[in-house]
C-alpha cells in the first residue's frame, strides 16, 4: 500500500459522520477490521521509511598515524654558520711515485741494465749479446762503427758465414746464387721479433750512461743521439737491389759488383743487400721503427 493510499484512508475516515455514541460489543467483524487497519498503518510505516532520500555518508576521517611527526628542524643559528665556517677542510692525501733508484756508475751498470732487460724477449742472439761485461760501452763502439758505415762483426754475437756467398753464371758473367739469402733468414726473423718499443723504454733510463761511454772517443756526449739516428739512416737508406742479377768481376784477389753503385756503397749496406731482398726489407723496416722511437724518446721533455 502506497502513500495515497494512507492519506486517503485517512481522509475518509476524518469525514466519516460520527456515529451515534452507543455501546456496543466488540464484535469479530470489528474485531477483524481494527486489525487490518493497524497493519495498513504499519506498512506505510515501513514503505515510506524505505523511499526516503538517502542521506550522505559523511567522508571517512583518515585514522591518525601511530607515529608521531618529526618535529620541524630548527633554523640554523649564527653560532651554527660561524662554526660551519671555521672547521677546517681536510685535503686527500697526495699519492706520489716511488722514487727512482739512482743510476750505477758506468763501470758497474752491467747488472742493472740486465736487469732492467730481464722479461723482455731477446732471443739467443740478444741473451748472448748480454753476457760479456762492459754492455753499455761496447754498444756505444757498435754505434760509433754503424754510423760510418761499418759492419761490426767482432761487437754482435752472429758468426760469419763460414762457406763463400755461392754464385752462379748466368751466361754473362758471375752473379750471386739466390740460394745462398736463406743463410740469414734467422737473423731477420729474429730481427722482426724484436719489440722495440718495450726494448727502448728499458734502455731509457740509461741513457746518460752511453752518453757517458760516447765521450769515450773524443765526442761530445751529446753528440751520441745523432749518431744513433746516423747508424739508423744508413740501415734505411739502403737500395732496394736483388743482387741475383748484379755481375761480379774479379778485381786482383776479390770479387766486386761491376756496378759501381753497388761497390760504392757502405759495407753495412753491402751486407743487408746480401741477405737477401726479402730479409734486407724487414731490417730496414725495423730500423725505421727504430728511429721514430728513439726521436721521441731522446727528445728534451717540457
Not at 754492455?135 to 760469419?160: F, M
Not at 747508424?231 to 761480379?248: F, K, N, Q
Not at 741477405?275 to 724487414?282: L, Q, R, S, V
Request: proline residues 11%.
Amino acid at each position: 500500500m502506497d502513500r495515497h493510499t494512507v492519506e486517503e484512508a485517512d481522509h475518509m475516515a476524518e469525514n466519516t459522520p460520527e456515529a451515534p455514541q452507543q455501546t456496543l460489543p466488540l464484535s469479530k467483524a470489528r474485531i477483524a477490521l481494527m486489525g487490518a487497519l493497524c497493519a495498513v498503518i504499519i506498512g506505510a510505516v515501513i514503505l515510506l521509511g524505505d523511499r526516503q532520500p538517502a542521506v550522505e555518508s559523511p567522508a571517512l576521517l583518515q585514522k591518525p598515524s601511530s607515529t608521531p611527526a618529526e618535529p620541524p628542524s630548527p633554523a640554523p643559528t649564527d653560532t651554527d654558520n660561524a662554526a660551519a665556517v671555521q672547521a677546517p677542510i681536510t685535503a686527500p692525501p697526495i699519492l706520489t711515485e716511488p722514487a727512482e733508484s739512482p743510476l750505477p756508475e758506468l763501470e758497474e751498470s752491467d747488472n742493472a741494465l740486465r736487469d732492467a732487460m730481464e722479461g723482455i724477449p731477446l732471443g739467443p742472439i740478444g741473451q748472448e749479446y748480454l753476457i760479456p761485461t762492459s754492455v753499455i760501452e761496447r754498444s756505444a763502439s757498435l754505434i760509433y762503427l754503424g754510423a760510418q758505415g761499418d759492419v761490426p762483426y767482432k761487437l754482435i754475437p752472429v758468426a760469419r758465414p763460414k762457406v763463400a756467398f755461392p754464385t752462379v753464371d748466368d751466361g754473362r758473367g758471375l752473379v750471386a746464387d739466390p740460394s745462398g739469402f736463406a743463410r740469414y733468414d734467422a737473423l731477420a726473423k729474429w730481427v722482426e721479433s724484436v719489440d722495440l718499443p718495450t726494448l727502448i723504454g728499458a734502455i731509457a733510463r740509461f741513457l746518460p750512461l752511453f752518453r757517458e761511454a760516447w765521450s769515450y772517443y773524443g765526442e761530445e756526449s751529446e753528440d751520441f743521439d745523432p749518431a744513433v739516428l746516423e747508424m739508423l739512416d744508413v740501415i734505411t737508406s739502403t737500395p732496394s737491389i736483388d743482387l741475383s742479377a748484379a755481375r761480379l768481376v774479379k778485381k786482383e784477389a776479390v770479387w766486386i759488383y761491376e756496378d759501381p753503385a753497388i761497390e760504392g756503397l757502405a759495407p753495412l749496406q753491402k751486407q743487408i743487400l746480401r741477405m737477401g731482398p726479402e730479409n734486407a726489407e724487414i731490417v730496414k723496416l725495423k730500423a725505421s721503427e727504430a728511429q721514430a722511437l728513439w726521436l721521441q724518446m731522446s727528445a728534451p721533455k717540457p
